[in-house]
């Protein structure tokens, strides 16, 4: 007979969302892809930028990487997930950190990777200025709408609903 922890463990219900996982191998998906058309596009039309194109591009890309991380450190910290409480309010709250987290880091990360470049090049700003932030925009879009989508999908199927359905949890989503 097989026990209901074995069966628990292999159902797919019981693996945790990844999230921020998700987020980075989109986001890593859609940086290669750009990449390499945009250095293709630099090798052909100008190739004196070839060299600054392709190091701000490595480097934005190892930003995005780094702006993800503290969300995969709290999906993949065991100690971090069994911390998170039942309500689905305090779930979001949960991951406000992991995203702010992300915001700052990517912020700074940023504003350090124009300023290394500035300094660096002896090109115009306007071409440092415009890559940067074109790789800022286009990964940030990618990563806010791969977590948009997401998120909310948490927390309509969080632990809530078995709970409320046993009883264990008052339900105070009914109207009448």
Not at 3 to 25: D, M, Q
Request: with cysteine; glycine share 6%.
């Amino acid at each position: 007979m097989i026990s209901p922890v074995r069966i628990a463990r292999n159902s797919s219900a019981a693996k945790p969302a990844r999230v921020f996982t998700g987020a980075l191998v989109v986001s890593g998906m859609v940086w290669v892809a750009l990449s390499l058309i945009l250095i293709l596009a630099v090798t052909v039309f100008a190739v004196e930028f070839v060299r600054q194109t392709v190091l701000v591009t490595v480097l934005s890309g190892i930003v995005a990487a780094v702006s993800l991380m503290p969300g995969l450190v709290s999906e993949w910290t065991p100690q971090l997930a069994s911390n998170r409480t039942v309500s689905a309010s305090t779930k979001k709250q949960n991951y406000l950190g992991p995203v702010f987290g992300g915001i700052i880091l990517r912020m700074v990360a940023t504003v350090a990777l124009f300023v290394m470049c500035r300094y660096q090049f002896a090109e115009s700003v306007n071409w440092i200025a415009a890559l940067t932030i074109g790789w800022y925009v286009v990964l940030t879009c990618v990563e806010v709408t791969w977590l948009a989508r997401k998120l909310p999908q948490l927390d309509a199927t969080s632990t809530v609903a078995p709970l409320i359905v046993s009883g264990l949890v008052p339900n105070t989503l009914d109207v009448a």
